[in-house]
């Protein structure tokens, strides 16, 4: 407001009357959401998700791994994301900010309860056979200890879209 107050040359509070009342704006954040999906991609999500519950207790035994990347973000404040809107206009959404130069690879082993273990990789390090056999090595004690119900043989793991298998 200040802005345009100094642009049209008039009291700041009378263009904040202008702008509130009369036009029926106000200034709004937008909301963060992973990415915004199509009304055909949500109905896909609700049925895959209903068929999976339909066989939940299967899930209870399933421990999942993956790795990503995990970037270092200067997210936007929220004073900067605010635009002005009326009322009947809808919440503006923002699907993602962009990527900083920092990363690292992160290793995650968890189930429907808890994270059971998880390992940022050193930079420059790469995942080969040793180094994945210490992972697992690891998990199976953090297996025993955080879920104790699954330990020895009644845990599945599942790792980056592998084929389920038992681990014994």
């Known amino acids: 407001m ?3 107050a100094e642009e049209l040359n008039m009291n700041r509070e009378t263009v904040r009357q202008i702008v509130n009342e009369d036009l029926g704006m106000r200034k709004i954040s937008a909301k ?14 609700l049925h895959i998700s209903s068929d999976l519950l339909r066989n939940a207790e299967m899930f209870d035994r399933v421990i ?7 970037f270092q973000y200067d997210p936007e ?4 994301s605010m635009q002005w809107k009326t009322q009947n206009s809808p919440w503006p959404n923002k699907a993602r900010m962009s990527r900083s130069q920092v990363k690292t690879t992160l ?11 998880y390992k940022f990789i050193a930079k420059g390090q790469t995942v ?7 992972m697992l090595t690891r998990l199976r004690e953090s297996i025993r200890r955080k879920r104790p119900g699954l330990w020895p043989d009644k845990w599945i793991l599942h790792h980056d879209n592998a084929y389920l298998r038992m681990m014994r």
């Open 2 to 4: 200040r802005v345009t």
């Open 32 to 45: 963060v959401v992973p990415q915004i999906l199509t009304h055909d991609q949500i109905q896909r999500r």
């Open 64 to 70: 999942t791994g993956d790795e990503t990347w995990c």
């Open 77 to 80: 404040t929220k004073r900067q």
């Open 107 to 117: 290793v995650c082993f968890f189930d429907h309860k808890v994270t059971v273990r």
């Open 128 to 134: 080969n056979q040793q180094c994945y056999l210490e």
